[in-house]
């Protein structure tokens, strides 16, 4: 029985010297929340069978811990939002995280991801977004974070790149690109996301950032099959425009919808031009 209390006392004490020290850092949000592909991935594919996987030299090379499954060479997006949030450490990926991390933050993100199940099948196992969604259910109720806490926590998506690289633009067995003109498959992939981010605002999140996807016309796989090998491929970059105005009307469509939320559209197409630097002979 004393021994009961004691513990309860020290459980008491730990949590309140935890939140003071929350506090005491200047954190911005008590916690953070990432889901993505690739480019918000911190690790999650180290553990599936893909070959997705980046947990070896040279990436991370400018990293102070190597490589960690980023695809990257140094720190990625979600790793510098939680610098900027003030956080005491990068938010841990999702495989291998403990459910009492939830209280702080999981990155949930697996390189290959998508919107639609089938996406990036063809490199092995990866985690979509209905999925990433489902392991963040699991976790916050495994770890019983409170719903007023997880309505101060910030959330950041990035989706929908790979149903376009690995599933819209690709061969068969992907069947895409002939079922759907590029306005359909646009229209197709938003209504899966608004019942997903439907799915998140249920869950909690009222802070929460939705990332477009960027000139993917640009990437050396699309030039090379889809860009005769030179410059950017057009036709990629005019699928993914109709994917991007979506998107950002379903946000504006969730801000009118759930007054209690904020949801922002973080545009990374517009002003991309890396060509132009060609142009200009830099
Ligand atoms: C990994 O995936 C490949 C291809 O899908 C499969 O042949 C192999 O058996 C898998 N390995 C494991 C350990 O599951």
Redesign the pocket.
């Given at each position: 029985m004393a021994e009961g209390r004691l513990k309860a006392l020290f459980c008491v004490f730990v949590t309140t010297t935890f939140a003071l020290a929350e506090v005491a850092r200047g954190q911005r949000v008590p916690c953070y929340f990432v889901f993505g592909d690739s480019v918000f991935d911190n690790g999650n594919n180290n553990a599936l069978?893909?070959s997705a996987k980046v947990n070896y030299s040279p990436y991370g090379v400018d990293f102070a811990r190597g490589p960690t499954g980023r695809f990257s060479n140094g720190r990625n997006i979600p790793d510098i939002i939680a610098e900027l949030m003030r956080f005491s450490d990068y938010i841990p990926p999702f495989t291998g995280a403990l459910p009492e991390q939830a209280h702080t933050g999981i990155n949930y993100a697996s390189g290959g991801g998508g919107i639609r199940e089938e996406t990036s099948q063809h490199l092995?196992?990866s985690i979509s977004l209905k999925n990433q969604i489902k392991n963040h259910r699991t976790m916050i109720m495994t770890a019983n974070v409170p719903q007023e806490k997880l309505q101060k926590c910030l959330y950041t998506i990035n989706i929908g790149s790979n149903d376009y690289l690995n599933n819209y633009f690709m061969p068969p067995p992907y069947m895409t690109n002939r079922k759907y003109s590029f306005d359909q498959y646009a229209d197709s992939l938003i209504r899966s996301y608004r019942s997903y981010l439907k799915s998140l605002y249920v869950l909690g999140a009222r802070k929460v950032a939705v990332f477009g996807v960027s000139k993917l016309g640009c990437t050396p796989r699309m030039i090379a099959s889809h860009g005769g090998g030179y410059g950017c491929a057009a036709e990629v970059n005019k699928a993914v425009v109709p994917f991007n105005m979506n998107l950002k009307a379903l946000v504006f469509e969730f801000n009118r919808n759930f007054v209690d939320a904020k949801f922002t559209f973080v545009d990374v197409f517009t002003g991309q031009h890396p060509l132009a630097y060609l142009a200009l002979g830099m």
């Amino acid at each position: 029985m004393a021994e009961g209390r004691l513990k309860a006392l020290f459980c008491v004490f730990v949590t309140t010297t935890f939140a003071l020290a929350e506090v005491a850092r200047g954190q911005r949000v008590p916690c953070y929340f990432v889901f993505g592909d690739s480019v918000f991935d911190n690790g999650n594919n180290n553990a599936l069978n893909t070959s997705a996987k980046v947990n070896y030299s040279p990436y991370g090379v400018d990293f102070a811990r190597g490589p960690t499954g980023r695809f990257s060479n140094g720190r990625n997006i979600p790793d510098i939002i939680a610098e900027l949030m003030r956080f005491s450490d990068y938010i841990p990926p999702f495989t291998g995280a403990l459910p009492e991390q939830a209280h702080t933050g999981i990155n949930y993100a697996s390189g290959g991801g998508g919107i639609r199940e089938e996406t990036s099948q063809h490199l092995g196992e990866s985690i979509s977004l209905k999925n990433q969604i489902k392991n963040h259910r699991t976790m916050i109720m495994t770890a019983n974070v409170p719903q007023e806490k997880l309505q101060k926590c910030l959330y950041t998506i990035n989706i929908g790149s790979n149903d376009y690289l690995n599933n819209y633009f690709m061969p068969p067995p992907y069947m895409t690109n002939r079922k759907y003109s590029f306005d359909q498959y646009a229209d197709s992939l938003i209504r899966s996301y608004r019942s997903y981010l439907k799915s998140l605002y249920v869950l909690g999140a009222r802070k929460v950032a939705v990332f477009g996807v960027s000139k993917l016309g640009c990437t050396p796989r699309m030039i090379a099959s889809h860009g005769g090998g030179y410059g950017c491929a057009a036709e990629v970059n005019k699928a993914v425009v109709p994917f991007n105005m979506n998107l950002k009307a379903l946000v504006f469509e969730f801000n009118r919808n759930f007054v209690d939320a904020k949801f922002t559209f973080v545009d990374v197409f517009t002003g991309q031009h890396p060509l132009a630097y060609l142009a200009l002979g830099m």
